[in-house]
């Protein structure tokens, strides 16, 4: 995730923040074209979810697809809802800020796709297993009868294109604002042809007398939204449970580890650096250790303090003291200091 650049002073006046942290240039705009994506992609997946359940009739697929619509509107519901949320500055109440919002909406978005795709499987399944033959009959519209299941092929074709230009929109930018709840919004999205594929098929097999491919078509599609559901589950629980820091779409560790190592390696006063880094939605925190070089009064005088923290309670083992010439945002001071209200 960048950290640099050019802070922007946007024209309206406000401050674009995530928290106490000022976007750059970058992040601000593509947080401002991921906000419009967002807003009209909702519009659009609304139109999906009336369009689908006017034309499912008794397909098992067209249902499926149908729920499917339904958990699509949640990632960008939940992203819109953590955006608002991040923004909020640190206060004593929550000295980290406000970040942590993306990694709840990430494990809501995630519950919510894994819940439902268990719940279809063993629906689409026990219809297969039952030998259920959904019928098909016709429609009048316009003044003309013809088969249902061309009106529900209009429908997935309608639903299928949309979401894959959408996805390839979303994705570069949430490469860039390094959002998961952003970039599994855009993989459900690219991954959506395949459902509308997999109930056209169903809906043409039922067309030739194959009474299985509707109940097939279903169980497939279902099985893809638990596959999500899982990969979204375990990155998600890994972030809340401050794995190391990863890129937005969890392939690797995120670079910028190693280039604080490589800052604390150009210094000529650190004998011995390490750090830790955890993501906190869409910032880092990073806690860098040093053992210095030289006169070692100031390191001493840390240790002890720490020593003496970690006596009060076995709960605050993990303490580190770190030396700064003014306190950060957010923290409970000292009376001496002064103290940020809640």
Wanted: contains cysteine.
């Amino acid at each position: 995730m960048s950290s640099g650049g050019d802070r922007l002073a946007p024209a309206d006046g406000e401050r674009t923040s995530f928290g106490a942290t000022t976007l750059p240039d970058e992040q601000h705009e593509a947080l401002r074209k991921a906000r419009r994506l967002q807003w009209v992609g909702l519009a659009y997946l609304l139109s999906c979810v009336v369009v689908v359940y006017l034309a499912m009739g008794s397909s098992q697929a067209m249902k499926v697809a149908w729920v499917e619509d339904l958990l699509s509107l949640i990632p960008p519901i939940a992203f819109l809802i953590a955006i608002r949320r991040t923004r909020k500055p640190p206060s004593v109440s929550h000295p980290y800020g406000h970040h942590r919002t993306v990694g709840a909406a990430h494990l809501a978005a995630a519950v919510a796709l894994l819940a439902m795709g268990v719940f279809l499987v063993v629906d689409s399944a026990s219809g297969l297993i039952a030998g259920e033959h959904p019928p098909i009959g016709t429609v009048r519209l316009f003044g003309h009868t013809f088969w249902a299941g061309w009106l529900m092929v209009a429908a997935m074709v309608y639903t299928g294109v949309g979401p894959v230009i959408l996805g390839r929109l979303k994705q570069p930018l949430a490469r860039t604002l390094h959002d998961k709840v952003l970039f599994a919004d855009a993989d459900m999205n690219k991954a959506d042809w395949m459902t509308a594929a997999g109930a056209i098929l169903g809906i043409l097999g039922i067309g030739i007398g194959l009474w299985w491919a509707d109940a097939v078509a279903a169980l497939g599609i279902a099985l893809s939204i638990v596959k999500d559901g899982v990969q979204q589950l375990r990155s998600a629980v890994d972030d809340l449970l401050d794995a190391e820091a990863h890129t937005h779409d969890d392939k690797a560790v995120h670079p910028v580890v190693d280039d604080v190592l490589a800052v604390l390696r150009d210094r000529a006063w650190v004998q011995r650096g390490g750090i830790r880094v955890r993501d906190m939605g869409h910032v880092f925190h990073a806690e860098l250790f040093v053992v210095p070089v030289g006169d070692r009064a100031l390191l001493e005088q840390c240790e002890e303090l720490t020593r003496a923290v970690r006596a009060l309670d076995w709960k605050l083992r993990d303490t580190v003291v770190i030396p700064v010439t003014e306190l950060p945002e957010g923290v409970r001071a000292h009376p001496r200091g002064s103290q940020v209200e809640h």
